[in-house]
Nanobody, 125 residues
Framework: QVQLVESGGGLVQAGGSLRLSCAAS????????MGWFRQVPGKERELVSV????????YYVNSVKGRFAISRDNDKNTVYLQMNSLKPEDTAVYYC??????????????????WGQGTQVTVSS
């Protein structure tokens, strides 16, 4: 059974930075895409970023391009999200996601993942 544990969330002022980590257990991540979603109350869970199993392909939602960077360390079975120049509108619960498909892409990623429990990110103005 896959378990994903996020860490690194917290309260930060606008313009600040946070680095989220997601440690996976129960499955080796090296053949699977991984990504991050975020959700605010009353809204759908939004796909923020995805990285392919090899790390060669990345996707970012437009609102975070140039500010966020996804990375992965397959040896540590961990994916990261470096968030810089944070804005109040980045406030959300951030969820790590692991694709259930081997060598999957961003297409269909949302509908084929296992989730972490989420970590709160709050950006004050």
């Amino acid at each position: 059974q896959v378990q994903l544990v996020e860490s690194g969330g917290g309260l930060v002022q606008a313009g600040g930075s946070l680095r989220l980590s997601c440690a996976a257990s129960g499955r080796t991540i090296s053949r699977y895409a991984m990504g991050w979603f975020r959700q605010v109350p009353g809204k759908e869970r939004e796909l923020v970023s995805v990285m392919s199993s090899s790390g060669d392909y990345t996707y970012y939602v437009n609102s975070v391009k140039g500010r966020f960077a996804i990375s992965r360390d397959n040896d540590k079975n961990t994916v990261y999200l470096q968030m810089n120049s944070l804005k109040p509108e980045d406030t959300a619960v951030y969820y790590c996601a692991l694709d259930r498909r081997t060598f999957g892409t961003v297409i269909g990623f949302r509908n084929n993942v296992d989730w972490g429990q989420g970590t709160q990110v709050t950006v004050s103005s």
